[in-house]
Each structure stands twice: as C-alpha cells, then as structure tokens.
C-alpha cells in the first residue's frame, strides 16, 4: 500500500504492540486518543422483566436463538423491535439500525448480537445484556462459553448515550439480577494489552515446501509448514488453520493448481456453514474444468428469483446464499475471467439484501410460523430441524461426503446437480493453504 499517511483506528490495548510492530519496519508513529463525550451510568437494578422495558432500550444477547426468543416476548408488552445480529447483510443491518434511529417510526426497541459494536451509528438509551457469557471456540475447535472482557463488554455498553444522538447521556445494566454485581467488576477491570498479532503462511512459502514435498496435500502443507515453523513469540503466534485446513480437505480431489487451490481456501467462509461449504465445491468444480461461473450458472443453484421468507428456517437459508454471493464477488476479484459476472451478482446480491430485510421486520410472525414456545431447548430444537429440511436432501448427502474424506474414510464427493460432468481426482500434492481464526490480534501475513 502506497500512501504518505495511513490511520489506523483501534483501542489503546493495541497501541504498544503496533509501536513494536512498526519498530522492525522504520515507520513513524504518532498516537492519538479521545474521550467518550457523554456519561455512561451503570444502573445498580437490574430490568428483570421485559415488562420493565421501554423505548431507547437495546437487549444485547449472544445466541441467535436468544435473539428470536426476547424479540417476541418484547413485541407481547406492544414494542417494535428491530433487530441485528453478525448473519445478517449490512444492508439488512444499516436498514434495522435506520428504523430504530427514527423517533417518527414505530420501531422503538432494539434486540441484537454484539454486531453493533462494529460499523452501526445507534440511537441508544440503555443497554441490557441479557446474558454476560458469550460462546466462543477454543484453539481446538471447541465450543466454549466465557465471560465477556472488559474490552468486549466496554464495546457494548458504550454503544449507549452516542454523542450526537437524541440521548446526551447512556444507561447500561443486565437482565438478571444476579448478573449487575459481575458487570460492575468487569467494567471496572483495566483493559488486557493485546500482546501479539496472528500470522499466517503464504502461498510461496506452501509453494516451497509443495517443492520439497511433492506428494502431500495442501492441509498436511499447511500443518507441516505450522508444526516446524518458528516464530518471534513476543510480537506473533501462528493463526489457527482449522477453516483452512477445511476447506483444503473439501476440495483436494479437485484438480487445480497449487496456487489456486490455496487462494480458494482462504475465501472468507466458514465450515460451519454447510450450504456455503457446498457451493464452494461446486464453485471449485466448475473452475477446474475452465468453465465460466456465469450469472445465470450461479443463480440455478440458489434458487433464484427469492422470495420474502415465511419461515425462520427460510430466513437462515437466505442468509447463507447471502454469503454465497459474498464468495462469487471474492473469488471474481482474484479470478476475474473465470467469475465474470460481477456486477450482475452485486445487483441480485442487493435484491436479496431488501428481501432479507423485509423478513427481519417480520420476525415475530416468522417466529409464530414454526408455532415455537419460549423454551431454549426446543428452540434450538426446532429451528436446526427447520434448517435441516430447507437445506433438502442433496445438500447433506454431499456434507455427509464431505465430512468422510476430511476423515480420510470415503471416496472423492459425488458431483451434485446442475451440469457437472465426471472428473478424475487430482494427484496428491497440488494443495494449498489458509487464514485461520486470530485468538489474539490481528493477522500479518509472511513473517517467519
């Protein structure tokens, strides 16, 4: 990147880690700070009730499922609610936020994921956090449920109160009142310094051992590449290549050169997406025989034209073709001859952005459709068997594949529907690599 000045903006627990970073690279650094412009009053009771709601208030929880729950006992006691969480497009999200911002309409209450501590200008009163643990996955891939950081909960609650808001001042509290007490101390705790950025291998480096190694695949690349390598321990740590290695597994069978096998992998999806995990092998396919992906190709498979969702499961499957269509535009700025149908794709991408919207302003009708009660359990329940039957049989016999050659126990995935021809799969040793998950910092590709 070529520019006199570059403005980097973050919390103070990063600043000493970016002033060591740009000591091996000779740049100058000069650290600005600002101060929160209005109070943030932490309340000493907790809400307690969703009847003790009012207008202003944003109920923050961790779980979708949590989301869909709150928003309906919220809109019992009369309230609209908007709602925003990390699934749904940023057009959905900036809509919702919009709504909510206008004291004319008749959205007066917010239900969302912390999605809108990231990019959203919010007219907030008073934040509640339904619950203060949040899941996350563990260096192993494991599920996880921790308290929130200072920093994380900082994030949140400092939503509340904007300057420049219609509030000049924010509230923040929990749910339970068990849970006011655990808030306090967090928000009292000084924040962790962030002490090391995450770094990744690059596709020449996967290229050097590929040399060396001519009949290993790209993940045992990658592994082998991670297991030997050795870092400087007090500024990096090796990025977790869980979603690389994935992905690199989903597609080895698939003949494609070194450095595109890698570059495929690091598109920004996860495997815990497997309607997405689909369409990448059948986007993966379709390259490997030089055929275009064209526009019309693309939309065959999703389902194309969409309409308004009736059903939460609907509204889920949207949103994966949503990332489905993020993918395309990804892959065509890499691969520009073989994804030529950029423009058309950001069109119908935009479309379905507005019918996606339209299902997130029903959400409490599309709640009542799957005739769910309030229990989590049976939510969870529900909504994955609903999820499930959308996804339709197809799609889980090719997972089911899928999932037997990552474990090395099945054949090379049969080829789904929509003009696949039969292929040979490629010889061992055409792999690649991919950006894993960050657990600490941010990723900086190539340094050893």
């Known amino acids: ?5 570059l403005h980097i903006c973050g919390e103070a627990s990063a600043i000493e880690l970016v002033k060591e970073m740009l000591l091996d690279t000779g740049e100058d650094l000069e650290v600005k700070t600002y101060k929160r412009l209005t109070t943030l009053t932490i309340q000493d009771q907790a809400l307690q009730s969703f009847d003790n709601i009012r207008n202003g208030d944003c109920v923050v929880a961790f779980n979708k499922n949590d989301i869909y729950a709150i928003s309906r006992n919220v809109e019992k006691r009369g309230f609209s609610c908007a709602v925003i969480y990390g699934g749904l497009p940023p057009g959905t999200k900036l809509a919702q936020a919009k709504n909510f911002n206008d004291p004319s309409h008749e959205i007066n209450v917010l239900v969302a994921t912390d999605a809108i501590g990231m990019g959203l200008n919010l007219s ?11 899941p996350s996955v563990n260096e192993k891939g494991e599920k ?15 939503r ?21 007490s655990v808030l306090k101390d967090i928000l009292a705790k000084p924040v962790d310094p962030i002490e090391a950025a995450g770094l990744h291998p690059t596709a020449d480096q996967i290229e050097l051992f590929a040399y060396h190694l001519p009949n290993a695949t790209l993940s045992n690349l990658i592994e082998i590449f991670v297991s ?16 690389f290695k994935f992905l690199a597994d989903t597609i080895q069978h698939v003949p494609l050169a070194l450095k595109t096998r890698y570059t495929f992998c690091c598109a920004p999806i996860s495997r815990k997406q497997p309607f997405v995990c689909s369409m990448f092998l059948k ?12 526009f019309e190709w693309v939309t065959s498979q999703l389902g194309y034209p969409f309409t308004v969702p009736v059903t939460i499961a609907e509204l889920q499957h949207l949103e994966n073709v949503f990332d489905v269509f993020d993918l395309y535009l990804w892959l065509s700025y890499r691969f520009k001859d073989t994804f030529p149908d950029n423009e058309r794709m950001r069109m119908a991408q935009r479309e379905l952005d507005e019918i996606i919207h339209e299902g997130v ?5 599309l709640i009542q459709q799957v005739n769910l009660n309030t229990s989590d359990n049976n939510l969870d329940r529900l909504l994955d068997m609903r999820a499930q039957e959308r996804l339709g049989t197809r799609t889980k016999s ?4 899928i999932s037997k050659v990552v474990q090395g126990k099945g054949k090379p995935i049969p080829r789904a529907s929509g003009g696949d021809e039969k292929e040979k799969p490629s010889p061992r040793g055409s792999g690649s690599s991919t950006t894993g998950r960050r657990p600490r910092g941010s990723s900086v590709p190539g340094r050893k």
Do not use: H, W
Not at 124 to 134: A, P
């Open 398 to 401: 090719v997972l089911k594949e």
């Open 283 to 294: 986007f993966a396919r379709q390259f490997s025989r030089g055929e275009a992906l064209t």
């Open 361 to 365: 302003s029903k959400i409490t009708k």
């Open 144 to 158: 996880e449920l921790e308290l929130l950081s200072t920093s994380q909960a900082l994030q949140i609650a400092g």
């Open 124 to 134: 907030i009163k008073r934040i509640i956090f339904y619950s203060l643990m949040k």
């Open 1 to 5: 990147m070529c520019v006199d000045e």
């Open 160 to 180: 509340a109160g904007r300057f420049g808001t219609q509030y000049e001042s924010g509230e923040v509290t929990t749910f339970k009142p068990e849970d006011v």
């Open 228 to 243: 030997i390598c050795r870092v400087d321990d007090s500024l990096y740590f090796m990025c977790n290549i869980e979603d």
